[in-house]
């Protein structure tokens, strides 16, 4: 996939080019008005828009674009209405005032991380791609552009940008590890969500579960949690202790003995 770095207007570029000297992509200069279908030689562009930092397809019209805003209506609507009765919740093992210390190894766009720490957890982000890692620090840092309840579930966040095969070599240990390592299959393409078809676009398939799922059980205190779409197949060889089964996802539970 080829991506650049868009740049418009006459002021100064420096965000644009420490993003390209960060990520390794050109910059390419557009006008103020350009349309993303108008670039042939890029599949997508990162442009600062309204001072958010949005990922665009350059070819078909459907794929869109992607950007991480943690106001967003619907993940706020899910953070807000019962999240304690949510299967996320019971997975994480959420007893009493209990707020177990979690790391989210495989964060992508940050939502599942939202609703954990808007859970009152303490969640570390871990992210591989350079430049899913860049879209997730811009909506995490995003100062001034979230009202205060959003602020301290903010605060709440650590974003790491490394591979969890490297990081738990010497990393603490955390009360739970979340996995959700995979894109759901591609006959089901038809229901996956934009935002994931783009990721799924750009970073193609996962392929190494059963290695995470060691991983993360090397760095888990008291539980693993991994996320699947609900038909698939668990992760590594060996059965979940304990399952949540919802309408397309699931939780599968390993507890650390
Ligand atoms: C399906 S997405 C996660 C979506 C996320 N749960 C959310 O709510 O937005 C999977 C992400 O895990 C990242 N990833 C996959 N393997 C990883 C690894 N070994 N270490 C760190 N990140 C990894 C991918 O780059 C991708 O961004």
Excluded at 28 to 47: G, N, Q, T
Excluded at 74 to 89: E, F
Excluded at 156 to 185: C, I, T, W
Excluded at 227 to 244: M, N, Q, T, V, Y
């Amino acid at each position: 996939m080829k991506v650049a770095v868009a740049k418009t207007g006459s002021d100064s570029a420096e965000r644009e080019i420490k993003l390209s000297t960060d990520l390794g992509f050109p910059v390419i200069e557009l006008s103020s008005s350009y349309s993303p279908r108008e670039v042939s030689d890029f599949d997508y562009l990162l442009a600062y828009r309204d001072s958010r930092l949005i990922l665009q397809s350059t070819g078909d019209a459907q794929s869109g674009e992607l950007c991480v805003d943690f106001s967003d209506a619907k993940l706020n609507y899910r953070a807000n209405s019962s999240i304690r009765n949510q299967n996320i919740a019971k997975a994480l093992g959420l007893k009493g005032g209990q707020r177990p210390v979690v790391l989210d190894a495989t964060a992508g766009l940050g939502k599942d991380a939202f609703l954990m720490a808007s859970l009152g957890c303490e969640v570390s982000l871990l992210e591989r791609s350079a430049l899913v890692h860049a879209l997730l620090a811009d909506g995490l840092t995003r100062t001034g552009y979230y009202g205060e309840e959003i602020t301290a579930i903010l605060r709440r966040m650590n974003l790491h940008f490394g591979d969890l095969l490297e990081f738990a070599a010497d990393s603490k240990q955390f009360d739970v590890v979340y996995l959700d390592p995979m894109f759901p299959e591609r006959r089901k393409s038809a229901k996956v969500k934009k935002d994931m078809a783009i990721l799924q676009q750009l970073l193609g398939h996962q392929t190494d579960g059963a290695e995470l799922l060691d991983s993360a059980t090397r760095l888990a205190k008291k539980r693993v949690v991994v996320k699947r779409a609900k038909l698939s197949p668990h992760l590594g060889p060996c059965k979940p202790d304990i399952e949540f089964k919802g309408s397309s996802s699931r939780y599968d539970v390993y507890l650390i003995a």
